[in-house]
């Protein structure tokens, strides 16, 4: 159980930072930091698993895919939260109201989850044997280097 709720969070993380990201490279924004960084993302991604313009034409068109599918999911989850946080006003909450609420936006990250799991394993499936561990490894590399608020961790801090 506690496997799951771990691979939940690293999951929804990456999704928060891949959208984050995409945000940021759409309006022009964080491309000097992303430089200083050596490169986008997807830049170092290119770099450390060595991908061919074939895989990373197939990416493109994988991200492009996983992107048109998720963001009705998230226009969901955006729609129930403003609803939720709405109920602030209430003089008298009703709190099966808030559960209720709290479960249709968790049902809807957990579509997420599902399609974003789904959309690593697709891109996985595009390399080879040790490009796959290099991609695996990113990946991890990824989750750990971010935490919400996509400010990467200090190496003096303590967290769990």
Do not use: W
């Amino acid at each position: 159980m506690k496997t799951n709720k771990i691979l939940t969070i690293a999951v929804v993380l990456l999704l928060v930072v891949n959208v984050v990201m995409l945000v940021c490279m759409m309006r022009g924004r964080g491309h000097h930091e992303m430089k200083k960084q050596g490169g986008s993302p997807f830049d170092r991604m290119v770099k450390e698993l060595n991908m061919t313009e074939q895989q990373q034409t197939e990416f493109k068109k994988l991200k492009d895919e996983h992107f048109t599918a998720i963001k009705p999911v998230f226009d969901s989850v955006r729609t129930l939260k403003k609803s939720l946080f709405s109920l602030i006003k209430e003089e008298n909450l009703n709190d099966s109201l808030v559960s209720n609420y709290s479960a249709l936006i968790s049902e809807q990250r957990a579509i997420i989850d599902k399609l974003t799991i789904n959309h690593f394993r697709k891109v996985r499936a595009l390399f080879s044997g040790d490009q796959q561990k290099k991609f695996e490894d990113f990946i991890q590399k990824m989750v750990q280097r971010q935490r919400p608020g996509g400010r990467e961790k200090d190496s003096t801090e303590r967290g769990h």
